[in-house]
Every structure is written in C-alpha cells, then in structure tokens.
C-alpha cells in the first residue's frame, strides 16, 4: 500500500467511526424512547456540561442544526420528560443555562459505560507513543473538518 492509499484508508476508517458515532446516538434514543433529535440535545448537553461550559438554548440550536423556535419546543419537551433544567446562574440573569438532570446523566451513563470500558480496552492494546501519535492523527483530522463547517452559514 502506498502513501495515498493509507491516507485514504485513514480517512476512510474515520469516516466509519463518525457513521458509527451517529448510529449509538440512534440507539441511545431508541434505547430511551426517545426521539432522535432529544436524544442528540441531551448528549450536547451532557457533554458541554462534562467539558465545563454549559450550553445555552442559543448555543444548543447551533449545535442540533435547529431554529431557536424549534429548540425551544425540543427544550420543552425534555423539560417536560425531567431531563433537562433551565437555570439563570450567569451573572446577566437573561442568560438561561441549559443542565442535564441527574436522571438523564444516569440513564446516559448506563447506556454509554460500557462502551467507555471497550474503548478502553481497544485503546489499551497500543503504546503510549502509538497513542500520541493517534490522538495527533485525530486531532489534525477534527482540525482539518471543522475548518469546512465553522464558515458554512445558512440560505
């Protein structure tokens, strides 16, 4: 195999986990009864919340691709289910903080614990310089894609 077709393959191989990645969100809802899209608006949640930097139901609508009417009424609705809170803990109390309530981030714990342990495993099969030289091909990649989305505005 020569240089362009690893590349390829890389390429290939990440675009296989991304489709992968999409699918456990489909399943995580199903697994929930819920609907895709509230499942996609609780994981965002979880994971802005996990990073440290709550969303807003601005920030939310961007990252689920929906208008702020619509992430309105998906925020309703999980409200509604006891997923999710909205709070006023900025200093500008317009602001509304979006939090995952401890039910929902038990039940996504649940579901997602085991594939933290296969992952862990997978990854444990490689060293630590085969690990940073992965984690740099990973990130260079996310670089690379994220330059195609941030400019992309809507019609």
């Known amino acids: 195999m020569d240089q362009q077709q690893r590349r390829a393959e890389v390429v290939r191989r990440v675009r296989a986990l991304a489709a992968t990645t ?46 702020t009417g619509a992430t309105s009424t ?36 649940s579901f997602y614990a085991p594939l933290g342990v296969d992952l862990d495993a997978a990854l444990g099969e490689f060293s630590a310089a085969e690990l940073d030289v992965a984690a740099a091909v990973v990130a260079r990649l996310q670089e690379a894609m994220a330059h195609h989305v941030e400019p992309v505005k809507p019609r």
């Open 22 to 67: 999409t699918e456990l969100g489909r399943a995580f809802a199903r697994s929930r009864g819920m609907h895709t899209t509230d499942a996609a608006a609780v994981v965002e949640i979880l994971t802005a919340e996990g990073r440290g930097e709550p969303l807003t139901p601005a920030r939310l609508a961007e990252r689920v691709s929906l208008t």
């Open 74 to 109: 998906l925020l309703n609705r999980l409200e509604q289910a006891g997923h999710v809170v909205r709070t006023r803990e900025h200093r500008d109390r317009r602001v509304v903080t979006l939090r995952s309530t401890p039910g929902i981030h038990e039940e996504a714990e």
